[in-house]
Structures are given as C-alpha cells and as structure tokens.
C-alpha cells in the first residue's frame, strides 16, 4: 500500500518533443507528490511538486497531471532538450509525522539533439 | 550557501568492517533524513532524525543499523558487520520545518561498496 509506481522505466525522446511519466499509487493517505530529478553521480534535486487540492500545476516547461480519483499523476517536459536528460522519480508523502518520502522506481530520459 | 554535505563520497569497507557515513545539513536545518538506493532502484527511506532526536525510524534495518544527529556535529549512519548486501548509494536529506510541503534537499551521497 506505500508503493508508488512509476512507468516507464527508460525513455528517449527527440529535441523538442514531450516527455511524459507516470505514476500510480494505492495510499489514500498521500497527500504530497514531489518530482525529483538526478543526474549521474548527484543526489536528486526538486523539479515540481503538487498537492492534491489541484489537478495541475505548471513551471516552465514542467507540468504535472493529477487524477485523485485514479490515484494517478503524470510529468510532462515540453520542448524536450538534451540537457533534460536525467532520471526522474516520483514520490509521495503524507500529512502525518512521518515526513518520509516514498520513491518510485525511477525514469531514465534520454533526449537525443 | 553550502548544500548538503555528505562525506565520504565514496567508501570501500570488507565484510565485517564498520561504516561511518556523515552527513552536514544546510545551514539553517534542523531535520535530517536518510535514504538508501540500491542499484536501478528508488530511494527507500531509513530514518528520520531532528537534534538529538530520532523521529521515524521505520525503514532502518533491526540490526546492524544506527543513526544519530547530535546537538553539535554532522548526522552519523553507522553501519556494524557490513555484509554485501549492504553496497548502495546512501542519501541524506535535510529541511528546514519539517512539514509536508518542505524541501527536502539532497546531497550528493555516499557510495559504499562491500568487497
């Protein structure tokens, strides 16, 4: 029931295109869902993040999507660059004392120049 | 405006060995959180620590596991009797509030490996 799970594993796109991940999870309780970007040899870094009040919220070229009642959430990178390529995760976290994140399992994006 | 400062970068530690990992919140930090990532895998979460306190630590193994975040000094994961299922990469966090919508802000983690 903590599990988030995230799709697709590894993706590649062109320059320009639209990148999109998903994730799906089964805890009611999640009302936090940050996305974390990681490049090589780093620790992830906060892209985006949203609450479940709303159904999306953009930065830039980051959107997330998100179905309370799919109990889904998706990241969509517009206009793709190389620069974007990463690994991305999902994650959620709930309102209680806990304040431990709960990952999924992590996109590779490639985006090819 | 230092980030989150983890040392040592990388540790090779043999079977039965002892692990010390270190971890220097950003300034400003009280709340400390430890995660570890095995290879192709997320992060899983360990341990959750304010000052001198631990808050949550329901993801750190019974055994062989500790954490501490004393009053003065860096977040210590120490690992006792290291086994090779003990190679990751080991991640702290830090926040400011420890709230919900508070970043938590990654370091650049530690590798172990276990020969």
């Known amino acids: 029931q903590q599990q988030v799970k995230q799709s697709p594993q590894s993706l590649i796109v062109q320059k320009g295109g639209i990148s999109i991940i998903n994730c799906a999870y089964e805890n009611t309780a999640f009302d936090y869902f940050p996305w974390y970007q990681q490049f090589p040899g780093k620790g992830p870094a906060l892209l985006i993040a949203i609450r479940p009040d709303v159904s999306e919220k953009k930065e830039g070229r980051f959107t997330i999507s998100f179905n309370k009642s799919a109990k889904q959430f998706s990241l969509h990178i517009m206009d793709s660059q190389p620069g974007d390529s990463a690994t991305y995760f999902c994650?959620?976290?709930?309102?209680?004392?806990?304040?431990?994140?709960?990952f999924g399992s992590g996109t590779q994006l490639t985006v090819l120049p | 405006n230092a980030g989150v400062m983890q040392n040592p970068r990388h540790l090779v530690r043999r079977r039965g060995q002892e692990a010390r990992l270190r971890c220097s919140p950003m300034k400003g930090h009280s709340h400390v959180y430890w995660y570890r990532q095995l290879p192709e895998e997320g992060l899983k979460f360990m341990v959750y620590?304010?000052?001198?306190?631990?808050?949550?630590e329901s993801g750190m193994p019974k055994e062989r596991f500790s954490a501490e975040f004393p009053k003065e000094g860096p977040s210590i994961l120490r690992i006792q009797q290291v086994v090779r299922g003990d190679s990751a990469a080991y991640f702290c966090?830090?926040?400011?509030?420890?709230?919900?919508?508070?970043?938590?802000?990654f370091g650049p983690g530690t590798r172990l490996t276990v020969l």
């Open positions: 966090a830090s926040s400011s509030r420890g709230t919900i919508t508070d970043t938590q802000y």
């Open positions: 994650a959620a976290s709930t309102s209680g004392s806990a304040r431990q994140l709960t």
């Open positions: 620590l304010q000052k001198e306190n631990i808050i949550d």
